[in-house]
Structures are given as C-alpha cells and as structure tokens.
C-alpha cells in the first residue's frame, strides 16, 4: 500500500522568512496529493492540492510542486505570518479517493 | 450549505463499556473516512467506505472497533469494551468523488476520553 513520509516534523521560522515541507510517496498510481493545514484543537482543512499531470500551482503565499518522476511533492509557504503557524499534513490518493494516506505532519511555529 | 457534522462533540465513558460515534457527511457525498487522532500526533486511518463496495477495514486497531454506513450517508463507528488507549479524537471525513480533486472535508470531531 501507499506510504507517505514528510519531512521536517518541526519547523521554526521568522516572520517573512519563507517555509518548505517535504513529502515523498511509494505508490505511483497516486495521483492526487493534497495539503491540510490543522490549527490547534481544530479540523484539518484543505489549503492547496495538485494532480499529477501538474508540476506546480500556486495559490497567493502558498504554492505546491510535484516530481511524479522521484514521488515527492512540496508545499512552500512565502513571507509567513504568525497565523500560519499549525500543523500542516501532507497526503496522496488514487483518482477516486481510495488509499487516501497522510504523512505525519510537520508543526511550523512562525516567530514573530 | 451544511458540512461534515459529528456527534456527541465529547464523550467521557469508563473502561469496559461500549460507546457509539455518528458521523454525517456531506449530502451527496459517495466516500467516508474514519480517523483517530491522539494528543500531537497524526490522523491515523481506521476505515474507509465507498458508494456500495465493501468497505475497507485495515485501518481498524482490533475486533472491538467496528463500522457501518446506512443508506449510504450517515456512518456510525462503534467500539466495544473501551481501553484508556482508545482515549482520542475521532474524525471522519467526506468526499464527493469528481475523478480530479477529491477534497476531503473533516468533521469536527468527537473527543473520547476513557476513563
């Protein structure tokens, strides 16, 4: 089955500094690779996705990049503010949903 | 419109007894996930349904947790004899299956606490 690893599990950074997680899959029928972000005692909910036919989307201060090729994909977040810090949950699925996995997430603290 | 809803938000129970968990998902939506997530860790899959297929069962930590979908919408996620391990958020997820994004949308989530 679909493996998901993600990279760092912690991250600090300064206000306006930029922020990028890793994430590397083992099943290459995944085609769908989202991102979660999670604040504290809250649901997860969905900030940016890619399918693989995409290399890259870019959504205001967020954007995404897929390397189907070597099965990793990134999110990286530009001039951070304190309100993104969470924890943010990498993920990859098939075309319709099945083996939908997560990585284990990365908790980005942004310091003011 | 209305989103993923779960009920109870909280549930204290004592060790030994059974507890149900309901989940709503989005009208219309054909796949539901189940998840337990513990205090700072990630969400660990537990089950998954899929418009009328079987359902898949791998994620289930053992025998006393089990789960059904009626009709095709509401899905309930039953654990028999609760162990203070069980201690934990439970999430369920909906999707509306379009073959390109496949957006979950989360519940809020039922907190359970095992005494």
């Known amino acids: 089955g679909e493996n998901v690893e993600q990279h760092p599990s912690t991250l600090s950074v300064q206000e306006g500094d930029s922020a990028v997680i890793k994430c590397t899959y083992s099943?290459?029928?995944?085609?769908?690779f989202p991102w979660y972000k999670q604040e504290l005692g809250k649901r997860p909910q969905l900030i940016i996705d890619?399918?693989?036919?995409?290399g890259e989307k870019k959504d205001q201060r967020i954007a995404v990049t897929l390397n189907k090729t070597a099965k990793h994909f990134s999110l990286h977040i530009t001039e951070t503010q304190p309100e993104d810090s969470a924890v943010y949950f990498c993920?990859?699925?098939?075309?319709?949903?099945?083996?939908?996995?997560f990585g284990p997430g990365t908790r980005l603290s942004v310091l003011p | 419109g209305a989103g993923v809803s779960q009920s109870p938000s909280n549930k204290v129970t004592e060790k030994g007894k059974d507890v149900e968990l309901r989940c709503d998902p989005i009208?219309?939506?054909?796949?539901l996930y189940w998840y337990r997530q513990s205090l700072g860790q990630g969400l660990e899959f537990l089950i998954y349904f899929q418009g009328n297929s079987a359902p898949d069962k791998s994620g289930l930590p053992s025998d006393r947790f089990s789960a059904e979908r009626t009709g095709g919408s509401v899905s309930t996620l039953t654990i028999q004899r609760t162990q203070q391990e069980d201690s934990a958020v439970y999430l369920c997820?909906?999707?509306?299956?379009?073959?390109?994004?496949?957006?979950?949308?989360f519940g809020p989530g039922t907190r359970l606490t095992v005494l």
């Open positions: 009208s219309g939506h054909t796949a």
């Open positions: 993920a990859a699925s098939g075309d319709y949903g099945q083996n939908f996995v």
């Open positions: 997820a909906s999707i509306f299956i379009a073959g390109a994004y496949n957006e979950q949308f």
């Open positions: 890619i399918r693989s036919n995409v």
């Open positions: 099943d290459s029928a995944s085609n769908y």
